[in-house]
């Protein structure tokens, strides 16, 4: 027998992102600009990290930048889409270059949309809304 409580309804759970970036400033401005929207952040300063932290935090969508030392962005998100247990996610590539081979080489590492930099948070947020939809 289940009971239901009158007048309430549950909300539902917010958006999990998880944001990669090697530059802490543009990390932490991300990081609030995107929480002010209502998605839980958790942030990575690089790939090692990200992959350390994907898996507990299972992640909707994964936002990378592309030109990181250490390991490339194209790089986390091949090992990601090889970790059986992140499941189902979106990613998204962010990126100083904008060319079509750039765009290419994002999709076939296994990102769903490429933005390039300065980013434009109006963009940011329609490509986040347009692939968890």
């Known amino acids: 027998m289940t009971s239901k409580t009158p007048g309430f309804t549950a909300q539902p759970r917010p958006l999990r992102v998880l944001l990669v ?62 970790m059986s247990e992140m499941g189902a996610f979106k990613a998204i590539a962010l990126s100083g270059f904008d060319c079509p081979q750039d765009t290419q080489s994002s999709h ?12 434009e948070f109006d963009q940011l947020f329609e490509v986040i809304e347009r692939l968890t939809k």
């Open 21 to 82: 970036d090697d530059h802490n400033d543009l990390l932490a401005m991300l990081r609030l600009v995107l929480a002010r929207r209502g998605y839980d952040v958790t942030t990575a300063s690089s790939g090692a990290e990200a992959l350390k932290l994907a898996s507990t935090f299972a992640p909707h969508v994964v936002i990378s930048d592309l030109g990181m030392p250490g390991m490339s962005g194209l790089e986390l998100m091949k090992a990601l889409r090889a």
């Open 108 to 119: 076939a590492a296994g990102f769903d949309a490429h933005i390039a930099k300065p980013i």
